[in-house]
């Protein structure tokens, strides 16, 4: 299957602090990519979705000045969480959409873990 | 989006078949069912997807009842690294997004 990335693979800040994410499509072009967060114990929760070229349409109860998307390219989204603080401190996924599959699969990123103290 | 409902946990043998109930009793025609999986600390991993037919690749079996209305993800044998917890999602034709139940925690015993 396809490899979505992920940088880094671990964080930790202090807080205040802000930190950038970044999700890449290795071996394909995503149109779409997805943001989830994840707490200990907890399933994934989608945060927003990023499409190329425009901007991220976030999920209700996500605060978009916050957790800022960017996705300038086909192979690359960034979320960046600014002012983190220790209420932020999760496991952080992205996903990407396969433009060129038949049924328009996901493919997950490994996670970052961020923690914030 | 549909709803789904699975069993929080369940444990299996070494060897033996998996069986991983999913109801989804409000699902409508165009929405098709997912089965995901992440293994602790690690993305998520796709590993099959139906409509209404019955479907079978390298990984598992998806059966989906005629009414469509509850499915069961098969893994003919399971390992200690299927050992993850198993999410089942149903989602539109229309829509990208995969919205994550509870999953159910498979615990395979040596």
């Known amino acids: 299957g396809a490899v979505v990335s992920q940088h880094p693979s671990r964080v930790i800040c202090k807080s205040g602090t802000s930190v950038k994410i970044e999700c890449r499509s290795l071996d394909f072009q995503a149109t779409t990519m997805f943001w989830y967060r994840q707490f200990p114990k907890q399933s994934l929760m989608l945060m927003a979705t990023s499409n190329e070229g425009s901007k991220a349409t976030y999920e209700q109860g996500v605060e978009k000045d916050k957790f800022l998307i960017n996705h300038a390219s086909l192979t690359l989204s960034t979320l960046t969480v600014t002012s983190a603080h220790p209420e932020d401190s999760s496991f952080y996924i992205c996903?990407?959409?396969?433009?060129?599959?038949?049924?328009?699969?996901?493919?997950f990123g490994p996670g970052t873990r961020l923690t914030v103290l | 989006d549909a709803k789904t409902t699975q069993p929080p946990s369940m444990d299996c043998a070494e060897g033996r078949a998996a069986n991983l109930p999913c109801n989804h009793s409000?699902?409508?025609?165009?929405?098709?069912v997912y089965w995901y999986r992440q293994i602790h600390s690690q993305g998520p991993q796709y590993i099959i997807h139906g409509l209404k037919n019955n479907e079978t690749n390298e990984m598992a079996s998806l059966i989906i009842t005629e009414d469509r209305k509850s499915s069961t993800l098969i893994l003919p044998h399971a390992t200690l690294r299927d050992t993850a917890v198993y999410y089942c999602?149903?989602?539109?034709?229309?829509?990208?997004?995969?919205?994550f139940g509870t999953g159910t925690l498979l615990a395979v015993q040596p």
């Open positions: 999602i149903v989602r539109g034709g229309a829509t990208n997004k995969l919205i």
């Open positions: 996903s990407a959409s396969d433009r060129t599959a038949s049924y328009n699969e996901q493919f």
């Open positions: 409000t699902i409508s025609g165009n929405e098709y």
